[in-house]
T-cell receptor
């Protein structure tokens, strides 16, 4: 079956431009996560959705970062006025919701590599 | 948040077993131990998880210390395709996220 799909695969933006990164989770997956991965580092948590509700946005690095999931499926991560330090791979993951969510594996997409010049 | 400690890198020869260690001395009683791996240019991939007992699946085995303060991911016969960064992560009851560390970069030599 189809996995988590992210687009675009690569994005080059000039400093100051706005970008929008898309995530198509696995159909029926209630939970959706965004991570940021800098070169040579592990992924860093950004935000978490349960259906359309954004339950945790504690990892968003600044108010230039905004995520939405209006219909509880596709999600968009938007970065306004991009800066060079925003250059990273942005990963999306989804999982089905269970009462024991801490036992449930996450399914990751292959990410969008953002380069800000 | 409970944290994990892993060696930065390890090397293995092809077709030999690999034991990847992880220390998590501040683990709580309800934390599950998860392992993921990340191949080059791909997103992380689930490998295995466990709570107290050792676990086996088609990819690997997970050995958990009796006091749960450490665990070991075991690849029984390393192949070149197992070269990746391996992450050991604790996931608690109230955590909606997974906090990754730097992981262990595994190199497999032919």
């Amino acid at each position: 079956g189809a996995g988590v799909s992210q687009s675009p695969r690569y994005k080059v933006a000039k400093r100051g431009q706005d970008v929008a990164l898309r995530c198509d989770p696995i159909s029926g997956h209630v939970s959706l996560f965004w991570y940021q991965q800098a070169l040579g580092q592990g992924p860093e948590f950004l935000t978490y959705f349960q259906n359309e509700a954004q339950l945790d946005k504690s990892g968003l690095p600044s108010d230039r970062f905004f995520a939405e999931r209006p219909e509880g499926s596709v999600s968009t991560l938007k970065i306004q006025r991009t800066q060079q330090e925003d250059s990273a791979v942005y990963l999306c993951a989804s999982s089905p919701f269970t009462r024991d969510s801490h036992r449930t594996p996450l399914h990751f997409g292959n990410g969008t590599r953002l380069t800000v010049t | 948040d409970a944290k994990t400690t892993q060696p930065n890198s390890m090397e293995s020869n092809e077709e030999e077993p690999v034991h990847l260690p992880c220390n998590h001395s501040t683990i709580s009683g309800t934390d599950y131990i998860h392992w993921y791996r990340q191949l080059p240019s791909q997103g992380p991939e689930y490998v295995i998880h466990g709570l107290t007992s050792n676990v086996n699946n088609r990819m690997a085995s997970l050995a958990i210390a009796e006091d749960r303060k450490s665990s070991t991911l075991i690849l029984h016969r390393a192949t070149l395709r197992d070269a990746a960064v391996y992450y050991c992560i604790l996931r608690g009851l109230n955590n909606n996220d997974m906090r990754f560390g730097a992981g262990t970069r595994l190199t497999v030599k032919p």
